[in-house]
T-cell receptor, first 117, second 114 residues
């Protein structure tokens, strides 16, 4: 069974600074995908960044980047130049496709990020 | 492009009553998911459809929860009878199965059982 662990229930960062959110996962599959989702108080899950496990290059999306360590099963999210609008819950998730069906997302418990002005 | 639509957004019911949530996925998305998110936790899959067939319902409490996806488009999730522990946000999501594996979420339906 897949598991995703986020060990930081809460994190805080100063506006314009950089913060890193940690995530570890466990899977016996070789082909899987990893995601970071942002969830503001409205509760809608918004995709931040995606990483395919077969790609060695770390994914980047503007101010967001990941550090994907496949052997260590680690997938951290770095937010640069933090903005007030980045304050939210952040969820790490994994997905594995099986046979003829798309897989589903397995989520961690989340990290609440606060941004101080 | 319209996103995943859910209704109602908010619902308060008494325990032992019933409730139904509706979801309309993004047009063309074959895969539809219902997740339950209890306060302070990450979302947990209740049921996954591919077109109008069930792919995974292993975590659906079938004695009180039911879901259907008629004609492979919109879907309804029903809870009957509701318990206090069913208070949660019910998130619907959909996906067009391609190499990107991107799953898009609706705004959720908030349920409070009193």
């Amino acid at each position: 069974a897949q598991t995703v662990t986020q060990s930081q229930p809460e994190m805080s960062v100063q506006e314009a600074e950089t913060v890193t959110l940690s995530c570890t996962y466990d899977t016996s599959e070789s082909d899987y995908y990893l995601f970071w989702y942002k969830q503001p108080p409205s509760r809608q899950m918004i995709l931040v960044i995606r990483q395919e496990a077969y790609k060695q290059q770390n994914a980047t999306e503007n101010r967001f980047s990941v550090n994907f360590q496949k052997a260590a099963k680690s997938f951290s999210l770095k937010i640069s130049d933090s903005q007030l609008g980045d304050a939210a819950m952040y969820f790490c998730a994994s997905l594995t496709n099986y046979g003829g069906s798309q897989g589903n997302l397995i989520f961690g418990k989340g990290t609440k990020l606060s941004v101080k002005p | 492009e319209a996103g995943v639509a859910q209704s109602p957004r908010y619902k308060i019911i008494e325990k032992r009553q019933s409730v139904a949530f509706w979801c309309n996925p993004i047009s063309g998305h074959a895969t539809l998911y219902w997740y339950q998110q209890i306060l302070g936790q990450g979302p947990k899959l209740l049921i996954q459809f591919q077109n109008n067939g069930v792919v995974d319902d292993s975590q659906l409490p079938k004695d009180r929860f039911s879901a259907e996806r008629l004609k492979g488009v919109d879907s309804t999730l029903k809870i009957q009878p509701a318990k206090l522990e069913d208070s949660a946000v019910y998130l619907c999501a959909s996906s067009f199965w391609d190499h990107r594996n991107t799953i898009y979420f609706g705004e959720g339906s908030w349920l409070t059982v009193v």
